[in-house]
């Protein structure tokens, strides 16, 4: 079972639930440091905020200046989030015990040292090919 289908339950995608989370972890942040922490790209990540503000778990409060909002974490985000957390704990330690402990730690330092380049791991260049059809 995958962490989207054992998130089923609590009625969070993982995006949504990672979202959370890292408001939870981070504080209110700029549109724009989420997209970073978050290795998701601004239009991506407005679509799930959009939602996430419509269900009231999370509200937009000024910026540090006119240019930019930043996002909070509501009360109800909270307590969504805490009902979630232990679904998501248990697709964790069931990744863990089939995957290996070792080889998860590695997997996640891995992709951390991917994501510190600055490079975005999910950009595709086009082959001259693709851009002549």
Do not use: C
Not at 33 to 41: F, G, H, Q, V
Not at 81 to 110: D, I, K, V
Request: aromatic share 6%; net charge positive.
């Amino acid at each position: 079972m995958t962490k989207e289908q054992v998130l089923t339950e609590s009625g969070l995608r993982i995006t949504q639930f990672s979202i959370l989370y890292k408001l939870a972890a981070r504080g209110a942040q700029t549109i724009t440091e989420l997209s970073a922490l978050m290795a998701m790209d601004r239009t991506t990540l407005g679509r799930n905020l959009k939602l996430l503000e419509q269900n009231g778990w999370l509200r937009y409060l000024p910026g540090p200046d006119r240019r930019e909002r930043l996002v909070e974490l509501t009360a109800t985000g909270r307590k969504k989030l805490e009902a979630a957390y232990p679904l998501w704990q248990g697709a964790q330690r069931q990744f863990e015990s089939r995957f290996g402990a070792a080889h998860a730690s590695e997997l996640r330092n891995t992709l951390r040292s991917v994501l510190r380049t600055g490079l975005n791991p999910w950009g595709h260049e086009r082959t001259l090919a693709e851009t002549t059809d």
